[in-house]
């Protein structure tokens, strides 16, 4: 069964950037949607971007629309999801999704 492995996150000061990494364990990464998701203590958990297994095309939450931007290499079965303009209200543990396999989350601290 393919694992998902989200890396990247950290303290990041308001207005900063950072990129997350989903590392997928298997080559059918590929052929399968992507979407990253994010849930901040005591809120449910959020959809946030999904992109499609070429890449071509992606989708955002109107919350992140114009701030984050999800990418994705094949070739090394690696997601990414850049984010910038980072507010606190950012702060949270995000997750990456395949079919019905999640990673087990990366926290990002927006602080200054």
């Known amino acids: 069964q393919v694992q998902l492995v989200e890396s990247g996150g950290g303290l990041v000061q308001p207005g900063g950037s950072l990129r997350l990494s989903c590392t997928a364990s298997?080559?059918?990464?590929?052929?399968?949607?992507m979407a990253w998701y994010r849930q901040a203590p005591g809120q449910q958990r959020e959809w946030l971007a999904t992109?499609?297994?070429?890449?071509?095309?992606?989708n955002y939450a109107d919350s992140v629309k114009g701030r984050f931007t999800a990418s994705r290499d094949n070739a090394k079965n690696i997601a990414y999801l850049q984010m910038s303009s980072l507010k606190s209200e950012d702060t949270a543990v995000y997750y990456c999704?395949?079919?019905?396999?999640w990673g087990k989350g990366t926290l990002v601290t927006v602080s200054s």
């Open positions: 992109i499609t297994p070429t890449g071509a095309y992606t």
């Open positions: 298997d080559s059918s990464f590929g052929t399968l949607n």
């Open positions: 999704k395949q079919r019905t396999i």
